[in-house]
């Protein structure tokens, strides 16, 4: 039979197949009886160290299973992230893991097909069921070929109006597919809006939409683990489940790994629109999370930080602005090791640092590099004017820039081997951003550890025009900054001029500096 007339049980049996590729263990579920059943087995298996070898007795699960079931979607979904307190027969008290949100894939993975739930004169089948630790954590309805993806979401409204209950309100992701086209969105109390589907793609916005290669990817047990643990939100104020698009999900990935992994600064390029506020909380939720970071500051300009702004902050994490005038609570708040996460404006942070007033309060923050670099005024990054055009032109710009950074070669490669015999091996830091302050369009600037940064606003440069030879000209303002960046290295004496105080040796330094630096490029 072609693909083309692919039945929805042939579907599901090659979906199966798959998944068992994967290593989820197929099971053999008929009802919701079964599915409890399972839960008190994976349950068990899944906390045998904390139950200390001795399974739960009818009366703990009992009383477990009590504590856990008869909510909604958000309950459910807080509970899953907690550990459960559970009293034991003699009176000890025990701690039991639903979901291992640190190690995502230390979990128990299975996959079953077909399970009924018969409410009153309804019987209902549910297409393939992803269950972790013995939970129905993913739910995936499947359409034969031709049909809509709107009709399986239709279903599941269906669903989950008359017969998803008891564990299958853990439901935190659902997958619908016709084979061809697949999608991806959170569970929720209300009703599900279409618009909040999801193809899933890959770093480069090419789109997966193939079951199979949907599966491979989105499915894989450690990597839809990790969505669950890491790239959901729970929205405490409207009280709902959210789930990340992936160009929000690469988007953190990268920076995440910027900040863990290297010294190095970085960016997000977003459009209006494209969920700037939930990636950038996530971020920082992320890292303030991270054992061997002690806290995350989140910095806004004061004019940003607006009502929209403070509400959207709290519906994700509840208390985490820092939203008054008084710079003495924010130096409170830092010292408070309670407070892994403090969103607050760069003009209090610079009050914090830089008055005399907090100096004995902020004195042991000194060697760490945001207390060190931050300046009042030269940390005020404007918001860049936004259309499709400034867009195209500046990731035009980046890939330019890009290209010439990978294989940088001067144009008067003779003259700058003779004055900087070492040039290619003189590290240099390019950070591309967009909103540099006015008036700078390029910087060469070191941080607090020594090293040499380029930092090149893109959409000042866009603002001068797009030239016809985008690339020639890049290359010609990349050498520029270079040089700069090697006369430091080879001429200390004129860059300490340069930066110094005194009017007269700081011209000579500066007219060294600019030029060598236009002589050279």
Same mark, same amino acid.
């Given at each position: 039979?072609?693909?083309?007339?692919?039945?929805?049980?042939?579907?599901?049996?090659?979906?199966?197949?798959?998944?068992?590729? #994967?290593?989820?263990?197929?099971?053999? !579920? +008929?009802?919701?009886? =079964?599915?409890? *059943?399972?839960? @008190?087995?994976?349950?068990? &298996?899944?906390?045998?160290?904390?139950?200390?070898?001795?399974?739960?007795?009818?009366?703990?699960?009992?009383?477990?299973?009590?504590?856990?079931?008869?909510?909604?979607?958000?309950?459910?979904?807080?509970?899953?992230?907690?550990?459960?307190?559970?009293?034991?027969?003699?009176?000890?008290?025990?701690?039991?893991?639903?979901?291992?949100?640190?190690?995502?894939?230390?979990?128990?993975?299975?996959?079953?097909?077909?399970?009924?739930?018969?409410?009153?004169?309804?019987?209902?089948?549910?297409?393939?069921?992803?269950?972790?630790?013995?939970?129905?954590?993913?739910?995936?309805? #499947?359409?034969?070929?031709?049909?809509? !993806? +709107?009709?399986?979401? =239709?279903?599941? *409204?269906?669903? @989950?109006?008359?017969?998803? &209950?008891?564990?299958?309100?853990?439901?935190?992701?659902?997958?619908?597919?016709?084979?061809?086209?697949?999608?991806?969105?959170?569970?929720?109390?209300?009703?599900?809006?279409?618009?909040?589907?999801?193809?899933?793609?890959?770093?480069?916005?090419?789109?997966?939409?193939?079951?199979?290669?949907?599966?491979?990817?989105?499915?894989?047990?450690?990597?839809?683990?990790?969505?669950?643990?890491?790239?959901?939100?729970?929205?405490?104020?409207?009280?709902?489940?959210?789930?990340?698009?992936?160009?929000?999900?690469?988007?953190?990935?990268?920076?995440?790994?910027?900040?863990?992994?290297?010294?190095?600064?970085?960016?997000?390029?977003?459009?209006?629109?494209?969920?700037?506020?939930?990636?950038?909380?996530?971020?920082?939720?992320?890292?303030?999370?991270?054992?061997?970071?002690?806290?995350?500051?989140?910095?806004?300009?004061?004019?940003?930080?607006?009502?929209?702004?403070?509400?959207?902050?709290?519906?994700?994490?509840?208390?985490?602005?820092?939203?008054?005038?008084?710079?003495?609570?924010?130096?409170?708040?830092?010292?408070?090791?309670?407070?892994?996460?403090?969103?607050?404006?760069?003009?209090?942070?610079?009050?914090?640092?830089?008055?005399?007033?907090?100096?004995?309060?902020?004195?042991?923050?000194?060697?760490?590099?945001?207390?060190?670099?931050?300046?009042?005024?030269?940390?005020?990054?404007?918001?860049?004017?936004?259309?499709?055009?400034?867009?195209?032109?500046?990731?035009?710009?980046?890939?330019?820039?890009?290209?010439?950074?990978?294989?940088?070669?001067?144009?008067?490669?003779?003259?700058?081997?003779?004055?900087?015999?070492?040039?290619?091996?003189?590290?240099?830091?390019?950070?591309?951003?967009?909103?540099?302050?006015?008036?700078?369009?390029?910087?060469?600037?070191?941080?607090?550890?020594?090293?040499?940064?380029?930092?090149?606003?893109?959409?000042?440069?866009?603002?001068?025009?797009?030239?016809?030879?985008?690339?020639?000209?890049?290359?010609?303002?990349?050498?520029?900054?270079?040089?700069?960046?090697?006369?430091?290295?080879?001429?200390?004496?004129?860059?300490?001029?340069?930066?110094?105080?005194?009017?007269?040796?700081?011209?000579?330094?500066?007219?060294?500096?600019?030029?060598?630096?236009?002589?050279?490029?």
């Amino acid at each position: 039979m072609s693909k083309e007339y692919e039945s929805e049980a042939m579907l599901e049996e090659k979906l199966i197949k798959h998944l068992e590729l #994967l290593g989820y263990t197929r099971i053999n !579920l +008929k009802n919701l009886d =079964n599915v409890k *059943e399972n839960f @008190r087995k994976q349950v068990n &298996k899944h906390n045998i160290d904390e139950l200390n070898g001795k399974e739960l007795s009818d009366r703990e699960f009992d009383r477990l299973y009590t504590m856990i079931t008869g909510k909604g979607v958000y309950a459910s979904s807080k509970i899953l992230r907690e550990k459960q307190c559970l009293e034991r027969d003699n009176g000890e008290k025990i701690y039991i893991e639903l979901f291992n949100t640190r190690q995502w894939c230390k979990n128990i993975y299975q996959v079953s097909n077909q399970i009924t739930s018969i409410t009153g004169e309804r019987e209902t089948r549910y297409d393939v069921t992803l269950f972790i630790n013995g939970l129905p954590l993913i739910q995936i309805e #499947l359409k034969a070929r031709g049909k809509t !993806l +709107k009709e399986a979401v =239709n279903q599941i *409204e269906r669903y @989950r109006r008359t017969s998803y &209950k008891e564990l299958y309100k853990f439901i935190q992701i659902y997958v619908v597919s016709n084979g061809v086209n697949t999608k991806y969105f959170a569970n929720t109390d209300g009703e599900i809006n279409y618009g909040y589907t999801f193809f899933w793609t890959d770093e480069e916005n090419n789109r997966i939409s193939n079951l199979s290669e949907f599966s491979m990817y989105f499915l894989e047990k450690c990597f839809v683990s990790k969505m669950i643990a890491r790239y959901m939100v729970i929205n405490e104020t409207d009280k709902q489940l959210m789930v990340m698009r992936p160009y929000q999900v690469y988007a953190v990935e990268a920076l995440v790994k910027q900040a863990l992994e290297t010294n190095n600064n970085g960016y997000i390029w977003h459009t209006t629109g494209s969920g700037k506020t939930l990636t950038s909380f996530k971020a920082s939720q992320i890292l303030a999370n991270e054992p061997n970071i002690k806290q995350v500051f989140f910095l806004v300009d004061r004019k940003d930080l607006d009502t929209q702004t403070f509400d959207e902050f709290n519906k994700f994490e509840p208390d985490s602005v820092d939203f008054t005038n008084s710079t003495y609570k924010l130096v409170k708040n830092i010292q408070d090791s309670t407070k892994p996460l403090i969103i607050t404006t760069i003009q209090k942070m610079a009050n914090a640092i830089n008055s005399p007033r907090y100096s004995e309060l902020m004195e042991k923050y000194r060697d760490e590099w945001l207390f060190h670099a931050l300046e009042t005024g030269k940390n005020v990054f404007e918001y860049p004017a936004q259309s499709a055009q400034m867009a195209k032109n500046v990731e035009m710009l980046w890939r330019a820039f890009e290209e010439a950074a990978r294989d940088f070669q001067p144009a008067n490669v003779a003259i700058w081997d003779a004055l900087f015999p070492n040039w290619p091996s003189i590290p240099v830091h390019i950070d591309l951003i967009v909103g540099f302050p006015k008036p700078y369009d390029a910087v060469t600037m070191k941080d607090a550890a020594g090293h040499t940064h380029i930092v090149l606003d893109l959409i000042r440069w866009c603002d001068y025009g797009m030239p016809k030879d985008a690339e020639g000209v890049v290359r010609n303002l990349l050498a520029h900054e270079m040089t700069h960046a090697f006369i430091a290295a080879r001429c200390p004496e004129a860059d300490a001029a340069a930066d110094g105080k005194d009017y007269r040796p700081k011209l000579d330094g500066l007219t060294f500096h600019e030029g060598f630096a236009h002589l050279i490029a």
